[in-house]
């Protein structure tokens, strides 16, 4: 069965500091990788998608960086934390890109002070 | 771009009662819709999908298709409050080659 793991659970981070949040998946290989965020209660808003090592989309301009350094990882990240950063990042897997149920991680809620 | 409205925003239904969630897109190319489920703290959950004009029954949940009014929808059968949770429309398989989601609906189901 496949598993998807998102660190941290949680953070709390000062504005222009930098952050790295990571994913990964087991129990599959050559995973569609996505990232999304979501504002507390809000719709889920993709970032990033990758099909495969070292191959990442941006979707929407957000001061976020993403990169994919294993098959198995996914990494969201930037150097200077903004206000509107904070919210819910989910990371999530399918089969097809974009046209596939997409399964998502537990999520890392981010507060931006 | 491809635009995914829900209604209603908020839905609270009795313990047993019917649930209905509606979703309305504005790309006819799309070809792929899901409905996902997450309660509070969590990631969300695939419900269903559904591909083709018509329903699709599973369990307690149905969902509608129809293509050509740009409209999707859910029914949830005699709804428990474990089902209060806030439901996503999503669709993909449009010209951008993107999923989207809706802004989704809380239902609150009242013991």
């Known amino acids: 069965a496949q598993t998807i793991h998102q660190w941290p659970v949680a953070e709390i981070k000062a504005v222009g500091s930098p952050l790295s949040l990571g994913c990964t998946i087991k129990?599959?290989?050559?995973?569609?990788l996505y990232w999304y965020w979501q504002a507390t209660g809000g719709t889920l808003q993709q970032l990033f998608y990758?099909?495969?090592?070292?191959?990442v989309e941006s979707v929407v301009q957000l001061n976020l960086s993403a990169s994919r350094p294993k098959d198995d990882q996914f990494i969201l990240s930037t150097e200077k934390l903004l206000l509107s950063h904070s919210g819910f990042y989910l990371c999530?897997?399918?089969?097809?890109?974009?046209?596939?149920?997409?399964?998502f991680g537990p999520g890392t809620r981010l507060l931006v002070l | 771009q491809q635009k995914v409205q829900q209604s209603p925003e908020s839905l609270i239904v009795p313990e047993g009662g019917m649930a209905s969630l509606n979703c309305t897109f504005s790309?006819?190319?799309?070809?792929y819709f899901w409905w996902y489920r997450q309660h509070s703290g969590e990631g969300p959950k695939a419900l269903m999908?559904?591909?083709?004009?018509g329903d699709k029954k599973e369990g307690r949940f149905t969902a509608h298709l129809n293509k050509a009014s740009l409209h999707v929808s859910l029914h949830i059968k005699d709804s428990q409050p474990s089902d209060s949770a806030l439901y996503f429309c999503?669709?993909?398989?449009?010209?951008?080659?993107?999923?989207?989601f809706g802004d989704g609906t809380q239902l609150v189901v009242k013991p």
């Open positions: 990758s099909i495969t090592v070292g191959q």
């Open positions: 999530a897997w399918s089969l097809h890109i974009n046209q596939d149920t997409q399964y």
């Open positions: 999908s559904i591909f083709s004009n």
């Open positions: 790309d006819r190319n799309s070809q």
């Open positions: 999503a669709v993909s398989g449009n010209s951008n080659n993107r999923i989207f």
């Open positions: 129990g599959k290989s050559s995973p569609n």
